[in-house]
């Protein structure tokens, strides 16, 4: 499977600021996620980034609020703004490879985020 | 409903023996199935993925899958204390090209 780095593995950030959280493949992907998982919670997809084209969101998450770039297939970025106490989760990027055949979903290490 | 729904636990299974671990989802249509585990402070692992009915083996872990009865679960055979995690199962709906996780269930193998 594709080895799946995340920068930065953890942050502090303080509220009102904003944080951009990037993710690298070693490899093209057809598709790249971002997921929120919160403490003691499960898998949350915030949107799919799409390469060359405005990311597709979830119910509840907004570009305003989470905007996602992905310029290539090996490479996005996840943006959270303004943020809030409530912000505070671990944030995940997943990687699929449809042209390998198959739907399955790998994830990099995630990245902490807590908001003061 | 939830889409997809798991027991929270923990479920406590002694060393050795079988752990089983069970998911049911609501959307008949979906067609790939898919286990996670998740040790503490990690990123969710793909153990498993299945696509048809019945079971399908790798090692210690079983997935079985019945889409008339819209479930899956996963078998852990001789469980170790290595396995003590939550597992995370997830599907595919059928209408869209992503996976909708349930809550997890945690696993506890006790020595």
């Known amino acids: 499977s594709a080895v799946i780095s995340q920068k930065p593995s953890r942050d502090i950030c303080q509220r009102g600021t904003s944080l951009t959280i990037q993710c690298q493949v070693d490899?093209?992907?057809?598709?790249m996620f971002w997921y929120r998982q919160q403490p003691g919670q499960s898998l949350t997809l915030i949107a799919t980034?799409?390469?060359?084209?405005?990311?597709?969101?979830e119910s509840g998450f907004v570009i305003d609020k989470f905007p996602i770039s992905r310029p290539n297939l090996t490479f996005s970025t996840l943006t959270v703004s303004n943020m809030s106490p409530e912000d505070s989760s671990i944030y995940l990027c997943?990687?699929?490879?449809?042209?390998?055949?198959?739907?399955?979903?790998?994830f990099g290490p995630g990245t902490r985020l807590t908001v003061l | 409903q939830k889409e997809v729904e798991q027991n929270s636990g923990p479920l406590s299974v002694p060393e050795g023996a079988i752990a089983s671990l069970n998911c049911t989802y609501s959307d008949r249509g979906s067609q790939s199935f898919f286990w996670y585990r998740q040790y503490s402070g990690k990123s969710p692992e793909l153990i498993m993925s299945?696509?048809?009915?019945g079971d399908k083996e790798d090692g210690r872990f079983t997935a079985q899958l019945n889409k008339a009865s819209q479930y899956v679960s996963l078998l852990i055979r001789d469980s170790q204390p290595s396995d003590s995690a939550t597992y995370l199962c997830?599907?595919?709906?059928?209408?869209?090209?992503?996976?909708?996780f349930g809550s997890g269930t945690r696993l506890s193998i006790r020595p």
């Open positions: 997943s990687v699929e490879n449809r042209l390998a055949g198959n739907n399955e979903q790998f």
């Open positions: 980034a799409n390469q060359g084209s405005e990311a597709t969101y």
């Open positions: 299945i696509y048809s009915n």
């Open positions: 997830a599907v595919e709906p059928s209408s869209a090209s992503k996976i909708i």
């Open positions: 490899s093209q992907v057809t598709m």
